[in-house]
């Protein structure tokens, strides 16, 4: 049942994550890693870092605001691993939305922590333990059914002192599975041993990250321009949302623990990730293959890469959903010093693997396949909506717009080059 509960979540969030098992850094995400340049690290927690000469020399890109954007403010300087969800978004999608919902319900974190590509990330900040701790079956009141963004970031990354802050953020009082007994942050963050920083917001991690939550919850310190730079290079200019991002900078041990959890060779040294839905799932990662010493890294990164994908498209996990060709069809290609992946899930091919991650829940779960009911019911072509693609000639359009019947996986714009406007940045 965990088995199949892992692959279920993988559909909801393999597409849009795509490189999950790449990198079991982050969050059925993975080889999440950035500029390594983040400030000194104490074992009394992140160091206060002042501004970088450098954030005045380069005109952050102006992009659309994600649902993490409203947290980003609250987090302590020198993050060094960064990933955001949009739990409301996800719930939202017509085809991921009933499969999402039965997942993020029910007592599924343990599974998510185990799922593929997150094998890992005990060892590189926490996260996984943060997540089961959100799912666990005896929690009151099952947090993630209610929270509408999830932010994670971690500290220290590679070191045995790693640390991670997790940041829920709730629309308004969540309240237990069956709909009763309404409870306020304050009773969640107690429940799962954090802290109410708002009445919509809970922080969970220790308590020197907790303190420092509180303090900017006061300040409200704009989010360093370097990290604001990073996070908004993978985003598309056209794009609307995310359902899920990644940034990362991590330092030279957690480029290790990069290394050896992933066999990229050479790790990158800055990471962009994001990943979003409508009638297909479309995903953007851009790798930093910059090494002063090295100047054949970005050759070899991209080679690593490209060897990680055709990897990923045998994974029989993958292949049990159906997802292992558009892994295959991915484009790599490198510009300006980074490596770039783009991958596309086609509706068709995202519509069957929902179907069938579907049947893999169990009956306990909640499944939306139980009754037929669910969005993905669309796998024999449909989507189950009448949405546009997040991949076209801006990315993603708004729902209302039709979509061709045919499944263009491996044919769209965003894997055949990264000069059109869905795909590219300025």
């Not at 980003?72 to 939202?92: F, N, T």
């Not at 829920?168 to 007994?181: C, H, I, M, R, V």
């Not at 300040?219 to 360093?224: D, Q, S």
Request: one cysteine or more; charged letters at 15%; proline letters at 10%.
């Amino acid at each position: 049942m965990a088995r199949g509960r892992g692959l279920a979540l993988a559909a909801v969030v393999a597409p849009l994550v795509s490189l999950a098992p790449l990198a079991p850094l982050a969050l059925l995400v993975a080889a999440l890693s950035l500029t390594q340049g983040c400030a000194s690290r104490s074992s009394s927690g992140p160091a206060t870092s002042g501004p970088s000469p450098e954030d005045a020399l380069e005109p952050v890109w102006q992009r659309a605001a994600t649902a993490g954007d409203a947290l980003l403010p609250l987090l302590p300087p020198d993050a060094e691993l960064l990933v955001e969800l949009d739990l409301r978004r996800a719930r939202a999608h017509p085809v991921l939305g009933p499969l999402a919902t039965a997942l993020l319900a029910g007592p599924g974190g343990p599974e998510l922590a185990r799922s593929p590509g997150l094998g890992g990330l005990g060892g590189l900040g926490g996260l996984g333990g943060h997540l089961g701790t959100l799912g666990q079956p005896d929690a009151r009141s099952a947090p993630l059914a209610h929270a509408q963004t999830l932010v994670i970031a971690s500290y220290r990354v590679g070191l045995a002192q790693a640390q991670s802050l997790t940041l829920l953020e709730f629309a308004a009082p969540p309240s237990s599975l069956d709909g009763s007994d309404p409870r306020s942050a304050a009773q969640i963050a107690s429940e799962l041993g954090g802290a109410a920083i708002t009445p919509q917001i809970v922080a969970l991690g220790p308590p020197e990250l907790l303190a420092a939550v509180a303090q900017r919850a006061e300040r409200r310190e704009p989010t360093p321009v370097r990290w604001q730079r990073l996070r908004a290079r993978s985003m598309p200019a056209a794009a609307t949302g995310a359902l899920v991002r990644v940034t990362a900078e991590l330092p030279f041990e957690a480029r290790l623990a990069l290394a050896r959890q992933t066999n990229l060779d050479p790790p990158p040294a800055h990471l962009s990730l994001w990943g979003d839905a409508a009638d297909d799932a479309a995903l953007v990662l851009l790798a930093d293959s910059e090494d002063p010493g090295d100047a054949a890294a970005g050759a070899r990164l991209g080679a690593a890469l490209r060897g990680a994908l055709a990897a990923l498209a045998k994974d029989p996990r993958l292949a049990a959903l159906g997802l292992g060709p558009a892994f295959g069809a991915a484009a790599v290609d490198r510009r300006e010093g980074w490596v770039r992946v783009a991958l596309v899930v086609g509706p068709r091919r995202l519509a069957r693997a929902v179907a069938r991650a579907t049947t893999l829940l169990p009956a306990s779960s909640g499944s939306p396949g139980a009754s037929g009911s669910s969005g993905a019911s669309g796998a024999s072509g449909s989507s189950g909506a009448s949405g546009s693609s997040t991949r076209g000639s801006d990315v993603p359009s708004m729902p209302g717009a039709r979509v061709p019947a045919a499944d263009k996986v491996g044919g769209s714009p965003c894997q055949a080059t990264f000069s059109p406007a869905g795909c590219s940045n300025p």
